[in-house]
């Protein structure tokens, strides 16, 4: 079978398309509907004075058809939107894999892979020699994120099917998803940086529309508007970068990677290249929520929760990563700036290590896991280990997927409450939840032979075998941080005993089959997808990384003796393990309340002073900014207006209208208003102009 | 003496002429006929310089509509002659006639001493047989975004001229 | 039609220099209209001449050269041209209904 | 005899036969025919008293235009009066160059043979030189509407011009259409693949009955006859011509009307060409030239049947189904064969 490329992204549009224009239909029909009943239903506003009490009857009765208690869209419409959702985006997924599987095996069974297949659709645009070809790309790069990045997204449809039931938006919600999965797959596929950035920002646009789906609240849209102004910081860097690369290599098409490694560019400054490097770095900085951009990724929860799963941790947010490794060719030429994304990847890991330790929302905590470990991949790919941090990228997809949905079952479970505090012994009323999260749970904390253990050894191992020790440090312990959130998260939620209502007690239910299928597909792939990379060290060839050598600059940089790598690797295993004894031990005991949920870790955090009230409050971040940027730039903006506006710029401009009005006053006599005087000046400047050039 | 230069004599001197009544002749219809003849042997002269589609273009967009659109406007306004009255301004005619003058004079010497001009490029793409598939071809992909530019100012132009010749402003 | 459209592929026997003369002693004639003309509608007439003449030159060249860009050039000439007198005529008719004249030197509103 | 000379002899004789000959045998007879068809049309006999069949009618109601007097009325701009006629006669005679008539002739001259393609002019912006010629016999109603110096005349003649403005984009897309699909400007060009493939009428019916309702009006023919409407404007733009003058008036709309049929006859059904069937040797290319010469009768024969059948539109419906109705139609009709086209 040969299916073109195009279809790929092309399928969720049309899914968009499709879903939007009937929503919009379907609602403004809702909308008439309703309006015609509010009507019939008050007469009086039309001076009917009588029929009051009848009006009211038929009103009430509307409230009870319509009431939030139950689905709020008739069965055949969900259906509708649900079923076109599910098949636009299984249909992509059925091309992808058919293209990316039969690319992958013959890749790996030659030797050195095979080049890549460069499909254009069509010629975009041409200005001067410049031109820009909407063509689409499979290398093994694509081939892999494609592939999980639409198994992926097919799963989360399907779990958003139930989860989304009885919400008013449902079809704006997958048209609204489908048109993500349209952005990202652009993004992925595209041949050149001009139509990775329509992929680029169309999935900033539909992280907007959907971290604010619920636009009526009010910390929605602020946590929309947040994400979109921080992702612009960083797309100014982007297409500032964009614009570097082409100047540094006369073309975006992603030829310029060859270009690189060949060392052909135009010129040699190397300070152009540095600059193009921290240029796009920024743009994965704010695509990917590192530090000191990731202030959004957090409010980002706002949204529904496979939304959370789907862009705020298995795809999106990974773009930065896939962009930086993209460039890998680039970035290598610029080792500085490389060295600049290690310590961003690391600082941003820790970081975002210590603020989970201490949330009490589920989902935040999942959101500052996220972080963190977009952290470990651009590590990953700061110490050149380019293959490994997309690895990771794969492996974290499945297992953070299938945390946040398996957090999005919980949360339906307990009727929308999403703090851990109020949770507790779930484990037995949510069985297949709390077995496919706890999976999930263990392959995040890096235990053998889950996922999360290859992926993220072979960081740190790259990390030691690169000689960055430090770096190694950090990495070490925050996997061990990273354990104990986790397996906090794990106790207070599943283990234990209730903590919260009575009333919510009783309502406690496993969720339908339709979020639970994804659930233990996710979990099966966060046990499996691991032995794709199995180093050599245990008897691996590591196929991933090697898959994925064609496409990227260094994808082995440093090697290590097998004993070493033994070393590093019980030595990652143990410092989880104390994470999570001290997790386990800590929480999900006897006694705890939803005030104080663990003694001993109330304890600590008393003990701790400062450090501990300093990561309680997340380091005051939002409010280091508020202090540091905002609050200054407002006393600027103050002072710039009262003192600088009104004074100087508003006195230059008298002076300068008060200059024109002089010369005004002298020069008038020659404006006679009559436009052939006008042409004669005209003329006669031409004439003496065209002397000029000619008789020069 | 070939056909073509024939050809050339007459239609460049018919041009001439009637661009010079076009400013001669006091009533602009006839204004706008001259005008009219003058685009016609234009035409002819782009034939021999082998564009045949700019020539066709020219005709049919020049005299097929713009020049009507002129000749309708005169209609509107119902102008028949220009004032006779005497021309108050000497000076301006003075200092125009001697522009026109200086500025033909150099334009003409520039021209005329260009000197034999370079030979057409090997391979170059015009003259052609048919060259319509080059020029199309050209103006989807080296002026594509001027193209775009250019149907935006037509939309804008047909809306600005809908709302300039509009009676009221509501 | 068919002597012109066949010699479009052989070579020419008038030399060049005559249509850049033709070019711009009608270049000329148009400006002699926009400066010596008082009716705001001839002087516009003139300045369509003044482009159609450089539009010859425009062929002219592109047909030194061999190279299409030129007719091109023209191309884009001929339709900003439509647009142009679109919006110009429709601004004389505005102006004639406000002042009843089309008269460029009883239209000088834009002095002091 | 050298190559040159003989494609010299050939264009003249050409010129001669489609001007000469064929234009001059069909133009006078469509006169008389245009006065039997109404009468067909509306049972009665139409004129049979001077000669066979009222045959001489054409020799009488030619003498008369020429005997007439010629009236020039005082205050109009005599220069545009006289000209006016014929420009408006020109667009009808000049389309006939570009319109292939037949297969391509061989003639043996001293042994040599040689192919004539018969058509007077091949030029590769066939269409474009059509609705050229055709904008500009747009000035002639002008001119005789505005030189005239009556405002019934100036009444018809805006009416038409702005009638023949709105049509002619129609006109123009549904055309377009036609040389999308053949790939030329060339009309040869599109008699040869309408030869090779279908008859455009069956995949651009569409366009077909746009580019027949602008032919009519185009042509300024009943139903779309506004421009001379007697009723309202007391005979339109030719109100203040006689005689000879008027004549060519009479004789520019019927070239308008032979030049409208023989292009839908080349546009739409396949000019000279019969599906399955090849025309060679001289008999074939003299087959040919009678095939075409059919179906451009056919067409004018349509013209006749519609200008006694249909009654007269209002000005502002004529209005309305050209940039309402047709024009759109057209534009989605150009879309659609664009896509088709596109697609293959």
Same mark, same amino acid.
């Given at each position: 079978?040969n299916?073109?490329?195009?279809?790929?992204?092309?399928?969720p549009?049309?899914?968009?398309?499709?879903?939007?224009?009937?929503?919009l239909?379907?609602?403004?029909?809702?909308?008439r509907?309703?309006?015609a009943?509010?009507?019939?239903?008050?007469?009086?506003?039309?001076?009917?004075?009588?029929?009051a009490?009848?009006?009211?009857?038929?009103?009430?009765?509307?409230h009870?058809?319509?009431?939030?208690?139950?689905?709020?869209?008739?069965?055949?419409e969900?259906?509708f939107?649900?079923?076109?959702?599910?098949?636009?985006?299984?249909?992509?997924?059925?091309?992808?894999?058919?293209?990316?599987?039969?690319?992958?095996?013959?890749s790996?069974?030659?030797?050195?892979?095979?080049?890549p297949?460069?499909?254009?659709?069509?010629?975009?645009?041409?200005?001067?020699?410049?031109?820009?070809?909407?063509?689409?790309?499979?290398?093994?790069?694509?081939?892999m994120?494609?592939?999980?990045?639409?198994?992926?997204?097919?799963?989360?449809h399907?779990?958003?099917?139930?989860?989304?039931?009885?919400?008013e938006?449902?079809?704006?919600?997958?048209a609204?998803?489908?048109?993500?999965?349209?952005a990202?797959?652009?993004?992925?596929?595209?041949?050149?940086?001009?139509?990775?950035?329509?992929?680029?920002?169309?999935?900033?646009?539909?992280?907007?529309?959907?971290?604010?789906?619920?636009?009526?609240?009010?910390?929605?849209?602020?946590?929309?508007?947040?994400?979109?102004?921080?992702?612009?910081?960083?797309?100014?860097?982007?297409?500032?970068g964009?614009?570097?690369?082409?100047?540094?290599?006369?073309?975006?098409d992603?030829?310029?990677?060859?270009?690189?490694?060949a060392?052909?560019?135009?010129?040699?400054a190397?300070?152009?290249?540095?600059?193009v490097c921290?240029?796009?770095?920024?743009?994965?900085?704010?695509?990917s929520?590192?530090?000191?951009?990731?202030?959004w990724?957090?409010?980002?929860?706002?949204?529904?929760?496979?939304?959370?799963?789907?862009?705020?941790? *298995?795809?999106?947010?990974?773009?930065g990563v896939?962009?930086?490794?993209?460039?890998?060719?680039?970035?290598?030429?610029?080792?500085?700036a490389?060295?600049?994304?290690?310590?961003?990847?690391?600082?941003?890991?820790?970081?975002?290590?210590?603020?989970?330790?201490?949330?009490?929302?589920?989902?935040?905590?999942?959101?500052?896991?996220?972080?963190?470990?977009?952290?470990?991949?651009?590590? *990953?790919?700061?110490?050149?280990?380019?293959?490994?941090?997309?690895?990771?990228?794969?492996?974290h997809a499945?297992?953070?997927?299938?945390?946040?949905?398996g957090?999005?079952?919980?949360?339906?479970?307990?009727?929308?409450?999403?703090?851990?505090r109020?949770?507790?012994?779930?484990?037995?009323?949510v069985?297949?939840?709390?077995?496919?999260?706890?999976?999930?749970?263990?392959?995040?904390?890096?235990?053998?032979p889950?996922?999360?253990?290859?992926?993220?050894?072979?960081?740190?191992?790259?990390?030691?075998?690169?000689?960055?020790?430090?770096?190694?440090a950090?990495?070490?312990?925050t996997?061990?941080?990273?354990?104990?959130y986790?397996?906090r998260l794990?106790?207070?939620?599943f283990?234990?005993?209730?903590?919260?209502?009575?009333?919510?007690?009783?309502h406690?239910?496993?969720?339908?089959?339709?979020?639970?299928v994804?659930?233990?597909?996710?979990?099966?792939?966060?046990?499996?997808?691991?032995?794709?990379?199995?180093?050599?060290?245990?008897?691996?060839?590591?196929r991933?990384?090697?898959?994925?050598?064609?496409?990227?600059?260094?994808?082995h940089?440093?090697?290590?003796?097998?004993?070493?790598?033994?070393?590093?690797?019980?030595?990652?295993?143990?410092?989880?393990?104390?994470?999570?004894?001290?997790?386990?031990?800590w929480?999900?005991?006897?006694?705890?309340?939803?005030e104080?949920?663990?003694?001993?870790?109330?304890?600590?955090?008393?003990?701790?002073?400062?450090?501990g009230r300093?990561?309680?409050?997340?380091?005051?971040?939002?409010?280091?900014?508020?202090?540091?940027?905002?609050?200054?730039?407002?006393?600027?903006?103050?002072f710039?207006?009262?003192?600088?506006?009104s004074?100087?710029?508003?006195?230059?401009?008298?002076?300068?209208?008060?200059?024109?009005?002089?010369?005004?006053?002298l020069?008038?006599?020659?404006?006679?208003?009559n436009?052939?005087?006008?042409?004669?000046?005209?003329?006669?400047?031409?004439?003496?102009?065209?002397?000029?050039?000619?008789?020069? | 003496?070939?056909?073509?230069?024939?050809?050339?004599?007459?239609?460049?001197?018919?041009?001439?002429?009637?661009?010079?009544?076009?400013?001669?002749?006091?009533?602009?219809?006839?204004?706008?006929?001259?005008?009219?003849?003058?685009?016609?042997?234009?035409?002819?002269l782009?034939i021999?310089?082998?564009?045949?589609?700019?020539?066709?273009?020219?005709?049919?967009?020049?005299?097929?509509?713009?020049?009507?659109?002129?000749l309708?406007?005169?209609m509107?306004?119902?102008?028949?002659?220009?004032?006779?009255?005497?021309?108050?301004?000497?000076?301006?005619?003075?200092?125009g006639?001697?522009?026109?003058?200086?500025?033909?004079?150099?334009?003409?010497?520039?021209?005329?001493?260009?000197?034999?001009?370079?030979?057409?490029?090997?391979?170059?793409?015009?003259?052609a047989?048919?060259?319509?598939?080059?020029?199309?071809?050209?103006?989807?992909?080296?002026?594509?975004?001027?193209?775009?530019a250019?149907?935006?100012?037509?939309?804008?132009?047909?809306?600005?001229?809908?709302?300039?010749s509009?009676?009221?402003?509501? | 039609?068919?002597?012109?459209?066949?010699?479009?592929?052989?070579?020419?026997?008038?030399?060049?220099?005559?249509?850049?003369?033709?070019?711009?002693?009608?270049?000329?004639?148009?400006?002699a209209?926009?400066?010596?003309?008082?009716?705001?509608?001839?002087?516009?007439?003139?300045?369509?001449?003044?482009?159609?003449?450089?539009?010859?030159?425009?062929l002219?060249?592109?047909?030194?050269?061999?190279d299409a860009?030129?007719?091109?050039?023209?191309?884009?000439?001929?339709?900003?041209?439509?647009?142009?007198?679109?919006?110009?005529?429709?601004?004389?008719?505005?102006?004639?209904?406000?002042?009843?004249?089309i008269?460029?030197?009883?239209?000088?509103?834009?002095?002091? | 005899?050298s190559?040159?000379?003989?494609?010299?002899?050939?264009?003249?004789?050409?010129?001669?036969?489609?001007?000469?000959?064929?234009?001059?045998?069909?133009?006078?007879?469509?006169?008389?025919?245009?006065?039997?068809?109404?009468?067909?049309?509306?049972?009665?006999?139409?004129?049979?008293?001077?000669?066979?069949?009222g045959?001489?009618?054409?020799i009488?109601?030619?003498?008369?235009?020429?005997?007439?007097?010629?009236?020039?009325?005082?205050?109009?701009?005599?220069?545009?009066?006289?000209?006016?006629?014929?420009?408006?006669?020109?667009?009808g005679?000049?389309?006939?160059?570009?319109?292939?008539?037949?297969?391509?002739?061989?003639?043996t001259?001293?042994g040599?043979?040689?192919?004539v393609?018969?058509?007077?002019?091949?030029?590769?912006?066939?269409?474009?030189?059509?609705?050229?010629?055709?904008?500009?016999?747009?000035?002639?109603?002008?001119?005789?509407?505005?030189?005239?110096?009556?405002?019934?005349?100036?009444?018809?003649?805006?009416r038409?011009?702005?009638?023949?403005?709105?049509?002619?984009?129609?006109?123009g897309?549904?055309?377009?259409?036609?040389?999308l699909?053949?790939g030329?400007l060339?009309?040869?060009?599109?008699?040869?693949?309408?030869q090779?493939?279908?008859?455009?009428?069956?995949?651009?019916?569409v366009?077909?009955l746009?580019?027949?309702?602008?032919?009519?009006?185009?042509?300024?023919?009943?139903?779309?006859?506004?421009?001379?409407?007697?009723?309202?404007?007391?005979?339109?733009?030719?109100?203040?011509?006689?005689?000879?003058k008027?004549?060519?008036?009479?004789?520019?709309?019927?070239?308008?009307?032979?030049?409208?049929s023989?292009?839908?006859?080349?546009?739409?059904?396949?000019?000279?060409?019969?599906?399955?069937?090849?025309?060679?040797?001289?008999?074939?290319?003299?087959?040919?030239?009678?095939?075409?010469?059919?179906?451009?009768?056919?067409?004018?024969?349509?013209?006749?049947?519609?200008?006694?059948?249909?009654?007269r539109?209002?000005?502002?419906?004529?209005?309305d189904?050209?940039?309402?109705?047709?024009?759109?139609?057209?534009?989605?009709?150009l879309?659609?064969?664009?896509?088709?086209?596109?697609?293959?």
């Amino acid at each position: 079978m040969n299916l073109p490329l195009w279809l790929i992204p092309a399928l969720p549009l049309a899914g968009f398309l499709l879903n939007g224009s009937v929503a919009l239909f379907a609602g403004w029909r809702r909308a008439r509907k309703s309006t015609a009943a509010w009507r019939e239903a008050h007469p009086e506003d039309h001076g009917h004075d009588g029929d009051a009490a009848a009006g009211h009857g038929h009103d009430d009765h509307g409230h009870d058809a319509h009431g939030p208690s139950g689905p709020f869209l008739p069965y055949g419409e969900r259906l509708f939107y649900g079923v076109v959702g599910v098949l636009s985006v299984g249909l992509a997924t059925v091309v992808a894999l058919a293209n990316a599987v039969p690319y992958a095996l013959a890749s790996t069974a030659s030797e050195g892979g095979i080049g890549p297949v460069v499909q254009s659709v069509w010629k975009w645009m041409a200005a001067g020699h410049v031109s820009v070809e909407m063509a689409f790309r499979l290398d093994p790069l694509s081939a892999m994120m494609v592939s999980f990045v639409t198994f992926v997204g097919l799963l989360i449809h399907v779990f958003s099917v139930g989860y989304m039931q009885d919400e008013e938006g449902y079809g704006r919600y997958f048209a609204y998803l489908n048109l993500f999965m349209f952005a990202m797959l652009t993004l992925i596929l595209a041949d050149s940086l001009v139509v990775l950035f329509i992929g680029w920002e169309g999935v900033g646009l539909c992280s907007y529309l959907l971290i604010g789906y619920y636009y009526d609240k009010d910390f929605a849209h602020a946590a929309g508007k947040k994400a979109f102004v921080t992702n612009r910081i960083g797309d100014f860097g982007m297409v500032l970068g964009i614009f570097g690369i082409l100047a540094l290599f006369g073309t975006t098409d992603f030829s310029f990677v060859d270009l690189a490694k060949a060392g052909a560019m135009n010129g040699t400054a190397s300070i152009t290249v540095y600059a193009v490097c921290l240029l796009l770095f920024l743009g994965a900085v704010g695509k990917s929520a590192q530090v000191p951009l990731y202030v959004w990724l957090p409010d980002a929860m706002a949204g529904p929760t496979p939304v959370s799963a789907l862009i705020h941790a *298995a795809t999106m947010v990974t773009a930065g990563v896939y962009l930086v490794a993209r460039c890998s060719a680039v970035f290598v030429l610029a080792p500085d700036a490389l060295t600049l994304v290690a310590w961003v990847g690391a600082g941003t890991a820790v970081f975002a290590a210590t603020i989970g330790l201490a949330q009490n929302d589920i989902k935040k905590v999942l959101a500052y896991s996220t972080v963190s470990q977009l952290g470990y991949m651009f590590l *990953a790919c700061g110490v050149g280990a380019f293959g490994v941090g997309m690895f990771h990228v794969f492996t974290h997809a499945f297992f953070k997927a299938c945390l946040f949905l398996g957090s999005g079952s919980v949360i339906m479970a307990m009727h929308h409450e999403q703090d851990m505090r109020a949770m507790g012994g779930l484990a037995p009323k949510v069985k297949r939840t709390y077995l496919t999260m706890m999976v999930a749970t263990v392959a995040i904390a890096g235990i053998p032979p889950l996922a999360g253990f290859f992926s993220k050894d072979q960081i740190l191992g790259a990390a030691f075998a690169g000689g960055h020790l430090v770096l190694f440090a950090i990495g070490l312990f925050t996997a061990g941080m990273t354990a104990f959130y986790m397996f906090r998260l794990a106790r207070m939620t599943f283990y234990g005993e209730f903590r919260g209502t009575e009333e919510a007690e009783k309502h406690v239910h496993e969720s339908p089959a339709t979020m639970t299928v994804p659930l233990i597909v996710l979990a099966a792939g966060s046990i499996l997808v691991g032995f794709l990379g199995v180093p050599e060290a245990l008897g691996g060839s590591n196929r991933f990384v090697s898959f994925l050598a064609p496409s990227l600059a260094t994808a082995h940089p440093h090697h290590l003796s097998h004993a070493t790598e033994y070393v590093l690797m019980a030595l990652s295993v143990a410092v989880a393990a104390a994470g999570i004894l001290l997790a386990w031990r800590w929480y999900g005991q006897k006694g705890a309340t939803p005030e104080v949920p663990s003694a001993a870790a109330q304890a600590f955090y008393e003990k701790s002073g400062a450090l501990g009230r300093l990561v309680a409050n997340k380091w005051y971040v939002d409010e280091g900014i508020e202090a540091a940027v905002l609050s200054p730039f407002r006393k600027i903006g103050t002072f710039l207006w009262r003192g600088f506006d009104s004074l100087v710029i508003d006195g230059i401009v008298n002076a300068s209208a008060f200059l024109v009005e002089l010369t005004g006053d002298l020069v008038r006599f020659f404006t006679t208003g009559n436009v052939r005087n006008y042409a004669l000046s005209f003329s006669l400047g031409v004439l003496v102009l065209a002397l000029y050039v000619f008789l020069r | 003496m070939s056909l073509e230069l024939v050809v050339f004599a007459i239609a460049s001197g018919l041009a001439i002429v009637s661009a010079l009544a076009m400013v001669v002749v006091k009533t602009p219809v006839r204004s706008v006929i001259s005008l009219v003849v003058t685009f016609f042997a234009l035409a002819v002269l782009s034939i021999l310089l082998a564009a045949p589609f700019i020539a066709a273009i020219q005709v049919i967009v020049y005299a097929g509509a713009i020049l009507v659109l002129f000749l309708f406007v005169v209609m509107l306004l119902n102008l028949t002659k220009e004032a006779e009255a005497t021309d108050r301004r000497p000076i301006q005619k003075l200092l125009g006639l001697v522009s026109v003058v200086a500025l033909g004079g150099l334009l003409l010497g520039v021209t005329l001493r260009a000197g034999a001009p370079p030979v057409p490029a090997a391979g170059g793409l015009i003259p052609a047989k048919d060259e319509i598939p080059i020029l199309g071809r050209l103006l989807f992909s080296d002026y594509l975004l001027a193209f775009e530019a250019l149907s935006v100012l037509l939309l804008l132009a047909a809306v600005g001229a809908l709302v300039l010749s509009k009676r009221r402003f509501d | 039609m068919e002597g012109a459209a066949m010699n479009a592929v052989v070579p020419m026997t008038v030399p060049l220099n005559a249509f850049l003369a033709v070019g711009t002693i009608l270049f000329v004639i148009g400006l002699a209209g926009v400066l010596l003309k008082r009716n705001a509608l001839s002087m516009f007439l003139s300045i369509e001449l003044m482009m159609n003449a450089v539009n010859l030159l425009f062929l002219a060249y592109a047909r030194m050269r061999g190279d299409a860009s030129g007719q091109m050039v023209v191309f884009f000439v001929i339709a900003v041209a439509a647009a142009e007198a679109a919006v110009g005529l429709a601004i004389f008719v505005a102006l004639f209904r406000a002042k009843r004249t089309i008269d460029v030197d009883q239209i000088a509103s834009l002095k002091w | 005899m050298s190559d040159a000379t003989f494609a010299l002899v050939a264009t003249g004789a050409k010129i001669l036969f489609v001007w000469v000959i064929a234009l001059a045998t069909i133009l006078p007879n469509l006169v008389w025919a245009e006065r039997r068809v109404a009468g067909m049309i509306q049972d009665r006999p139409g004129p049979n008293r001077v000669g066979p069949f009222g045959f001489f009618q054409i020799i009488a109601d030619g003498t008369k235009f020429f005997m007439k007097e010629s009236v020039t009325p005082l205050y109009v701009d005599k220069l545009l009066y006289n000209l006016a006629p014929w420009i408006t006669l020109m667009p009808g005679l000049v389309t006939f160059a570009v319109i292939p008539f037949g297969a391509t002739l061989p003639v043996t001259i001293g042994g040599v043979t040689r192919e004539v393609p018969l058509v007077i002019a091949d030029v590769n912006i066939g269409v474009l030189y059509i609705f050229a010629f055709t904008g500009l016999g747009i000035y002639g109603l002008v001119l005789a509407g505005w030189s005239s110096n009556n405002k019934y005349s100036l009444m018809g003649g805006l009416r038409a011009s702005a009638q023949i403005i709105s049509y002619e984009l129609s006109m123009g897309f549904a055309a377009a259409g036609v040389f999308l699909a053949a790939g030329t400007l060339r009309l040869a060009g599109v008699v040869e693949w309408q030869q090779a493939h279908v008859w455009n009428v069956v995949p651009q019916f569409v366009g077909f009955l746009v580019f027949l309702i602008a032919a009519f009006a185009e042509t300024n023919r009943l139903p779309f006859d506004l421009a001379e409407a007697e009723e309202e404007l007391a005979g339109g733009f030719h109100a203040e011509y006689s005689s000879f003058k008027f004549g060519m008036f009479f004789m520019g709309e019927y070239a308008n009307l032979i030049a409208a049929s023989a292009l839908m006859a080349t546009l739409y059904f396949g000019g000279w060409s019969l599906p399955g069937v090849t025309f060679t040797g001289v008999w074939g290319a003299l087959a040919s030239v009678a095939v075409f010469f059919a179906k451009t009768i056919g067409f004018i024969f349509l013209f006749l049947w519609v200008r006694w059948t249909f009654p007269r539109f209002r000005y502002d419906q004529l209005m309305d189904l050209g940039w309402k109705f047709l024009l759109p139609l057209s534009f989605f009709h150009l879309i659609a064969v664009a896509a088709f086209v596109a697609a293959k």
